[in-house]
């Protein structure tokens, strides 16, 4: 954003002005805002040059400015720049371990999805750490019988998924091999579940047919990565939280998170396409590849459990109040990697 610390100072207090109320911020309320320090006429201009730039809209000639979802991105990086407390964490924490003592990881995390629900008053959700965020390595075949053979997953970091399947056909070690190999060469760097669907791709192609080599490999890779154990459990709490304050949300729109919610795997799939990268990651309205979701945002933050990383947040409108929303998510983030490696 290339304008003046009053433009910033400006476009922070419309955004904060608009969550807060709901209804377009007039110039007048602006230029009464304490700390501002600024007149009513360079407010307009202020808030002309605004709209010339996509950050804030007028959505009727008389009315005041509400913010776009590029003017929500500006005041969201504005809060990810600051410095969050440690306070939130903490009384998440001294929860957690007072109503699920132990730290089973499924107690702790349907415990820490309703938490953020009610503090956020929003929908809440906590990932576990899932084989689909896990990205492929490399596979073995170890032969077990004629017809029957081990598999070894091997993941980036190490970790490891077994798993015995019935191959329907007696092949020796060396095919085993061969078939291990062009896989590993084929797939390797991509995430599980993606390698899953190029394999389905790829035994759709018709130049199968005439490569036995490839066939056999195709049609051991569709029973390694069929039916993978903990393929994600995903916790959810406050659904009802959209029938709530009005935040401008129609039925439809409702009904497309609803529905996504109801699923679960669609919203596995989509947070680990979001999740690129360990701390706080914020999906705000036109930002979503899903035009059904362009109503709402998403607020989510890693955290570790000792042997892998899983994801919790809020899904809300995009009149959210992101300063609550980001403190919670962070605060139950950090609460939670605390928990579960640290029972005691």
Do not use: C, W
């Not at 998924?161 to 084929?186: M, S, T």
């Not at 042997?307 to 605060?331: C, E, F, K, L, N």
């Amino acid at each position: 954003m290339e304008t003046s610390d009053r433009s910033r100072r400006v476009l922070a207090a419309l955004v904060r002005e608009y969550i807060a109320s709901g209804e377009p911020v007039p110039s007048a309320l602006l230029a009464g805002d304490a700390g501002l320090g600024v007149s009513s006429a360079t407010v307009r201009n202020i808030l002309a040059r605004l709209e010339a730039e996509g950050f804030v809209q007028q959505p009727h000639t008389s009315a005041g400015r509400i913010p776009t979802d590029k003017g929500y991105r500006f005041y969201v990086d504005l809060l990810l720049e600051s410095k969050r407390s440690s306070r939130t964490a903490q009384v998440v924490e001294a929860r957690l371990r007072r109503e699920r003592p132990g730290a089973l990881a499924d107690a702790v995390l349907s415990q820490v999805s309703h938490v953020v629900s009610q503090a956020s008053r929003h929908v809440g959700f906590a990932l576990r750490p899932t084989h689909e965020a896990a990205v492929f390595d490399r596979v073995e075949f170890i032969p077990l019988s004629s017809a029957r053979v081990l598999v070894v997953i091997v993941a980036r970091g190490g970790h490891v998924i077994q798993k015995a399947i019935d191959i329907g056909e007696p092949l020796d070690a060396v095919e085993l091999r061969q078939a291990a190999n062009y896989l590993n060469a084929e797939f390797s760097g991509l995430p599980l579940y993606r390698a899953r669907e190029a394999v389905l791709e790829r035994m759709d192609e018709e130049r199968l047919l005439y490569d036995a080599l490839v066939a056999r490999a195709m049609r051991l890779a569709s029973s390694t990565f069929s039916d993978l154990p903990d393929v994600g459990t995903l916790y959810v709490d406050g659904a009802a939280s959209l029938l709530g304050e009005d935040r401008g949300l129609t039925l439809g729109t409702m009904q497309a998170l609803l529905q996504m919610i109801e699923e679960k795997q669609r919203l596995v799939r989509l947070l680990n396409e979001y999740m690129d990268g360990p701390g706080l990651t914020v999906v705000i309205g036109g930002e979503h590849p899903d035009p059904h979701l362009r109503s709402f945002s998403l607020v989510a933050s890693t955290y570790v459990d000792g042997a892998g990383i899983g994801t919790i947040g809020v899904i809300g409108p995009t009149r959210m109040r992101y300063s609550r929303a980001i403190a919670v998510v962070d605060g139950a983030a950090r609460a939670v990697s605390r928990v579960l490696r640290d029972p005691n």
